[in-house]
């Protein structure tokens, strides 16, 4: 049996018994180089990380276009770093499952360094902060989720979090984006030295929310005369501080125990999967899909490696939005969420179960090449109709792919506005009519049911976690199902808050249309199934 810290320059055989690629490189080579001078930090440490940028490290590592590794800066999970990387030398199997049943295994050793980085981690904490202060670090990139840049709750107000950032010393920053503007606080102080700071989140304009996120919180310092004018001028200005936009995707699931099973039986060890208290879900090997796509606005202030020699797309920030907003907004996520809302009110275990329901099919067709693709710009450098196709022909129904509705579903109040309100906003600036609008809609029905926490067979059930639904569950939670009663009420808070969709929903008119789907679901068991059967069939 292989294991991850086995010597694969010394005994590659064992690799190669149990089909796996191993670098050519040296990871010790590496961490020294890295120590020495740093160039990447990427934040988070999760599964995206450990299947997507190690391996574009490790590519451009192999061809000796890069001579150092990434520094793991994960700010949520302390568990992360000492249960999945420090144990595994921060090496990782990626594990690349195709739609026929292969899966091409390849050892990373691109991670240089890994560590926890939060106050309540002084090492960590005081670490970062010295790579921080180097002049030859070029990029940082980020992997944390929509909510990890989030300083605003559910009405648009500052959060308790962001208020004490704001106002408090750098040095005790709670939140992501505080604990970055310290980290940029004290490369400016170093010698003012330029850096692109690169969101890879799966959200449009990233950059952009990046950008105004870390300046929310440096304003505040300034006013409060804990950083100096200057500071601001810094991050202003693109010629030192970048905030590129990027689009990213690959689908990605939480490890699976099928794909530890084939692993365990072809040779290889480290198999277990880990479940922390803070419900990461992560494993000494990483699986994805084969499809995978970067693009990144091409600013750099202190140059960078050459990314496009490992799949990387550099281009203009238009073109990466309209490629992100074709992504995010129209061809990949809005149908993923769809599915993630329903196939969990359905009782579905797999997104490529639910492909083989007809009507979940024609729900996210409609959504897809009626609803979204009219209304969204063609990028020029990946075709829409071309992306939409592999999406539902090859890539949602793959089996080999263990991801499920549950996974995609987390934190659905924060993709919304960006996964459809977008689309929306286009109708209206285009002067389109919302009327013809039938699949959002079901969607935001969909979701308002599922808040209740009850599913189609009108059994309770645990909803993926959503910094919102708490707040969003009280609303709707006396709701029983078969009983005749004026949902208006019920959901007058939730498709007014702007927050959330984007606009309230009774403004533009759907709101009514929202609440009607919504009433169908509510008939009694059975009834979400029928009422998208009907929706459908209506078209």
């Known amino acids: 049996m292989v294991k991850l ?34 160039q ?42 000492n249960e999945a990387y420090i144990p595994f030398s921060n090496r990782m199997l990626q594990v690349v499952m195709d739609e026929k049943g292969g899966y091409q295994k390849t050892l990373l050793a691109s991670v240089a360094q890994s560590l926890y980085y939060n ?35 559910i009405n648009g107000e500052l959060t308790a979090a962001a208020k004490a950032d704001i106002t408090h010393d750098p040095e005790v920053a709670q939140t992501n984006m505080g604990a970055i503007a310290r ?36 304003k505040g310092w300034v006013k409060q005369q804990l950083a100096p004018t200057e500071f601001l001028n810094y991050l202003t200005d693109p010629d030192q501080v970048s905030f590129p936009w990027s689009m990213i995707d690959r689908i990605t699931p939480n490890p699976s125990e099928q794909v530890a099973k084939v692993l365990h039986d072809s040779g290889f060890e480290d198999t277990t999967i880990i479940h922390t208290p803070k419900h990461t879900n992560i494993a000494p090997f990483g699986n994805t899909e084969v499809t995978y796509y970067l693009v ?8 960078r490696p050459p990314l496009e020699n490992a799949g990387v797309i550099l281009t203009d920030r238009q073109t990466v939005n309209d490629v992100d907003q074709m992504k995010v907004t129209a061809c990949l996520n809005p149908l993923h969420t769809a599915l993630a809302i329903f196939g969990s009110l359905l009782g579905y275990q797999s ?73 929306i906003k286009h109708y209206l600036d285009n002067k389109r009519s919302l009327d013809s609008l039938r699949a959002i809609p079901l969607v935001f029905a969909g979701w308002c049911r599922y808040l209740m926490a009850i599913d189609d067979q009108g059994e309770a059930f645990i909803p993926s976690l959503d910094p919102l639904y708490e707040q969003l569950h009280e609303y709707v939670k006396s709701i ?59 078209n």
């Not at 078969?482 to 019920?490: E, F, K, L, N, R």
């Open 40 to 81: 990447w930090v990427h934040f988070g440490g999760g599964n995206l990380f450990r299947c997507f940028h190690a391996k574009i490290a490790h590519d451009l590592i192999n061809q000796g276009e890069l001579k150092t590794g990434v520094i793991v800066a994960e700010t949520y999970d302390e568990n992360v770093i």
């Open 296 to 303: 990144i606005e091409d600013q750099f202030p202190n140059g």
């Open 351 to 423: 997104i490529a179960d639910e492909m083989t329901n007809p009507d979940l099919v024609n729900l996210i067709k409609r959504l897809g090449y009626q609803e979204a693709l009219p209304v969204v710009k063609n990028p020029g450098i990946i075709q829409p109709k071309a992306f939409i196709d592999e999406v539902i022909e090859r890539r949602l129904p793959n089996k080999n792919i263990p991801d499920t509705p549950q996974r995609i579903a987390s934190d659905t109040s924060q993709k919304i506005p960006v996964r459809y309100g977008v689309t």
């Open 183 to 218: 980290l940029l606080l004290a490369r400016f102080k170093a010698g003012r030295y330029p850096i692109a700071m690169v969101s890879t989140d799966n959200f449009s304009e990233n950059g952009q929310k990046f950008q105004e996120g870390i300046l929310t919180i440096a």
């Open 119 to 153: 106050q309540q981690n002084p090492s960590g904490w005081q670490a970062l902060r010295h790579i921080f202060e180097q002049s030859s670090l070029q990029l940082v990139t980020m992997s944390i989720t929509e909510k990890g840049y989030q300083l605003t709750d």
């Open 480 to 538: 029983k199902l078969g009983q005749s009663t004026s949902v208006h009420t019920y959901l007058q808070p939730i498709l007014t808050n702007q927050q959330i969709f984007g606009f309230d929903l009774y403004e533009i008119q759907l709101g009514k249309k929202v609440e009607h789907y919504f009433e169908q679901m509510i008939q009694g068991p059975g009834a979400i199934m029928r009422t998208i059967q009907t929706v459908m069939e209506d």
């Open 5 to 38: 810290t086995d010597n694969y320059l010394e005994a590659p055989e064992i690799f190669e018994q149990a089909q796996i690629k191993y670098p050519t490189y040296d990871q010790n080579d590496i961490i020294k180089l890295t120590q020495e001078k740093p």
